[in-house]
């Protein structure tokens, strides 16, 4: 039994196939998908899929920092009707991102701002996605955990000192495909870790594991990430399968209203 913590599996690379491929992953033993918001345009589809299979998939409500521009206060206007419409699993996918653009610099992190807050106050969990920003995000959270947020830094590439500040706060680290690229060097971070503040993700569509690298991913893909994961910590993959279960439950349930 695992859980995938994070899979955009409501995203049109998935309208030929879904059913069929979430039928793979209920084979691989994929119990949940939980699956992250990006922005207005993709709430539909994501209450679509969530309806479809009752028990197996189950929305987020959030804007993700590449949807963040001048025009980000209507969209945080829709998340937040949102919230306060019906239960979700989590504020996500929110956070901040300077890879791709920094153009909205400021606007990103007033967005990550407002929506802390707002998990604050549903009492949900949060999901963050930043890229080459960890550490400035990091710190941006950090006032919010004295208000009681815990939540998830999804797709964790840092390093350990990165991974040792975020577990410090009580969140948790994301892992998946990228695990098994040969020289992402996360083997030796998660050795560091441990499985305490882990939790398993695809981040479907994205960064399928090897030997799908560069393919589309899809959540049965997660026992690869598993087969890498307990190879690097030197336990059964029953075991590590098990633990990040429970921390997934943990994470997304004992926050919930
Ligand atoms: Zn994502």
Not at 204 to 220: C, D, H, I, Q, V
């Amino acid at each position: 039994m695992i859980i995938d913590s994070h899979a955009h599996i409501y995203l049109e690379q998935f309208d030929d196939d879904r059913a069929e491929m979430i039928d793979r992953a209920q084979q691989a033993g994929v119990t949940e998908i939980l699956m992250p918001n990006i922005d207005h345009t993709s709430i539909e589809a994501m209450m679509e899929a969530e309806l479809r299979h009752p028990g197996m998939c189950f929305a987020m409500m959030g804007l993700h920092p590449c949807s963040v521009d001048k025009h980000f206060e209507k969209e945080l206007y829709k998340v937040e009707e949102w919230l306060g419409k019906r239960a979700f699993k989590a504020v996500g996918e929110i956070g901040t991102d300077l890879y791709w653009d920094k153009t909205f610099w400021p606007e990103q992190q007033e967005a990550f701002r407002i929506q802390c807050e707002l998990a604050v106050t549903h009492g949900l969990p949060v999901v963050i996605h930043s890229r080459e920003s960890i550490d400035e995000t990091i710190e941006m959270v950090r006032p919010f955990t004295e208000k009681g947020l815990s939540g998830v830094f999804h797709c964790f590439t840092g390093n350990e000192q990165q991974a040792e500040r975020i577990m410090e706060m009580g969140f948790y680290l994301g892992i998946g495909g990228v695990l098994t690229f040969k020289k992402s060097g996360l083997d030796a971070v998660v050795k560091k870790t441990g499985l305490d503040q882990l939790i398993l993700e695809t981040d479907s569509p994205y960064l399928a594991p090897t030997p799908f690298r560069g393919k589309r991913n899809e959540p049965s893909y997660l026992t690869f990430v598993v087969e890498v994961l307990a190879a690097a910590m030197g336990m059964e993959a029953n075991e590590v399968m098990e633990k990040t279960t429970r921390n997934t439950r943990s994470l997304f349930t004992s926050h919930e209203l």
